[in-house]
């Protein structure tokens, strides 16, 4: 089970680091994001979240276990609950830094998503990186390129998803 649940723990762990990098780089939009939520802090205060989430990114990818999935997991329950209140106050979510997309229920679904996934973590502890990197050349390169994918895809989820979602609503 450990074995299965390895690529998405990662993806789940490498979405939240580049959430972290993301703010570090521009932290005035997910500062905004908490103001609209009703949590005002400062710029510093939203840089000491996202080197705490890139920290237990960090975590997740080198020495997974059940505790690691379960903080994984609690952030992603923290997140999605962030999230509802942003999509009901119709805010940018600043997840992913300076985007201003409106915050949706994708954003919800997403992270429940993600803490499911975590979850499963925490009841069978997932293997890190370091044992992707055991297995045969030709099993490494391509569940690499499909754990980076489907991160990407997670990011684009969160980032481009609403706009393209709306753009087929009729108006």
């Known amino acids: ?7 998405p723990i990662a993806v789940a762990a490498i979405v939240l680091g580049i959430a972290g990098v993301a703010k570090l780089r521009s932290p005035s939009a997910a500062k905004r994001a908490l103001a609209a939520a009703g949590v005002s802090v400062p710029e510093g205060a939203v840089r000491t979240l996202a080197s705490g989430e890139l920290a237990l990114a960090t975590l997740v990818l080198l020495a997974p276990g059940r505790a690691a999935s379960g903080l994984l997991a609690a952030i992603y329950v923290l997140l999605a609950l962030v999230a509802r209140t942003l999509a009901r106050r119709e805010a940018a979510c600043g997840c992913f ?5 409106p915050t949706t229920a994708a954003h919800v679904w ?7 996934v975590a979850v499963a973590g925490v009841a069978a502890a997932p293997h890190g990186i370091a044992w992707l990197l055991t297995g045969p050349p030709g099993v490494i390169g391509p569940l690499a390129l499909g754990i980076a994918g489907a991160a ?3 990011v684009l989820a969160y980032t481009e998803l609403p706009a393209a979602w709306s753009a087929w609503r009729p108006r």
Do not use: F, I, K, R
């Open 1 to 7: 089970m450990a074995a299965v649940l390895t690529a």
């Open 97 to 101: 830094g300076a985007e201003d997309a």
């Open 110 to 116: 997403l992270s429940l998503a993600l803490a499911l």
């Open 152 to 154: 990407y895809a997670t």
